[in-house]
């Protein structure tokens, strides 16, 4: 089956406060992120990094050029890593340092190359199945699905709880928010409310069963997570949303694992 080419591989949204949304429309859903710039006085930041498919920092000049940027991972599944290798300073917490070195697991977008047992997983947790490739168009003529590979980078510094994300005239605090994997951290900015959240907490299945995850320390995270006064949270896939939807989600799953 061909696949259409599109010239456009990563779509972006200007959100207030300096913050651009990146996203991969033609990835399957389940791979299909959310990443985030947000601008600084002296420098920038970067949550996460898509699939690396296509190439990042050269596609935004704009953003990019000329740029100090921390690509931090909020954690270092295949489409939250993909183009960090791109960037001088990547962070990243301990516990997944190695992952960010050298990925394991998921790290093709071809179908058939993908553990069962993950796919399964997957289609519980409320996607679609996967067709042949997790792709549904080509970022250029005679793209080879077959040649691509997450390709990690070592981390530059390891980061955790309580560490602190300083762009000059604003500060970000970091927070160790494990149970989607044990190193997930949450990018939290106190003076505006904001909250980015990874793949802890979005607006669409969670994915909490698999490799790394853990549901007593996931449900303890999410507890955490509903009491904290935030006005929006940006999340690593789906839409942004606000502190009511937050207690919705986190009461919808906690009573989904029967621990409430
Ligand atoms: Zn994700």
Same mark, same amino acid.
């Given at each position: 089956m061909p696949y259409p080419i599109v010239e456009q591989w990563y779509l972006r949204q200007e959100h207030p406060d300096g913050i651009t949304r990146f996203w991969e429309p033609h990835v399957h859903p389940l791979e299909q992120a959310n990443f985030w710039h947000v601008r600084g006085r002296d420098r920038d930041?970067?949550?996460?990094?898509?699939?690396?498919?296509?190439? !990042?920092?050269?596609?935004?000049?704009?953003?990019?050029?000329?740029? $100090?940027?921390?690509?931090?991972?909020?954690?270092?599944?295949?489409? +939250?890593?993909?183009?960090?290798?791109? &960037?001088? +300073?990547?962070?990243? +917490?301990p516990a997944e340092a190695h992952h960010m070195e050298s990925p394991s697991g998921l790290t093709t977008i071809v179908a058939s190359d993908i553990?069962? $047992?993950?796919?399964?997983?997957?289609? $519980?947790?409320?996607?679609?199945?996967?067709?042949?490739?997790?792709?549904?168009?080509?970022?250029?003529?005679?793209?080879?699905?077959?040649?691509?590979?997450?390709?990690?980078?070592?981390?530059?510094?390891?980061?955790?709880? $309580?560490?602190?994300?300083?762009?000059?005239?604003?500060? &970000?605090?970091?927070?160790?928010?494990?149970?989607?994997?044990?190193?997930?951290?949450?990018?939290?900015?106190?003076?505006?409310?904001? !909250? &980015?959240?990874?793949?802890?907490?979005y607006d669409g299945p969670l994915v909490y069963e698999g490799p790394g995850m853990d549901l007593d320390i996931y449900a303890a995270t999410l507890r955490e997570l509903r009491d904290m006064p935030v006005s929006i949270i940006h999340a690593g896939h789906d839409p942004s949303f606000g502190p009511a939807r937050l207690g919705e989600i986190v009461d919808r799953y906690l009573a989904l694992w029967g621990r409430t």
């Open positions: 930041l970067l949550i996460d990094s898509g699939m690396g498919i296509v190439p !990042l920092r050269t596609s935004f000049p704009d953003l990019f050029e000329g740029r $100090e940027t921390i690509a931090l991972a909020t954690h270092t599944n295949i489409d +939250h890593i993909g183009a960090v290798h791109e &960037f001088e +300073h990547r962070w990243v +917490h553990d069962p $047992e993950l796919c399964r997983l997957f289609v $519980e947790a409320g996607y679609p199945p996967f067709d042949e490739l997790l792709v549904d168009a080509f970022p250029y003529e005679g793209f080879d699905p077959r040649s691509y590979r997450l390709r990690g980078a070592p981390p530059t510094r390891l980061v955790t709880e $309580e560490d602190v994300i300083d762009l000059g005239d604003r500060q &970000f605090r970091l927070l160790h928010l494990p149970g989607h994997s044990p190193g997930s951290l949450g990018v939290w900015e106190e003076a505006t409310g904001t !909250l &980015f959240t990874g793949d802890v907490v």
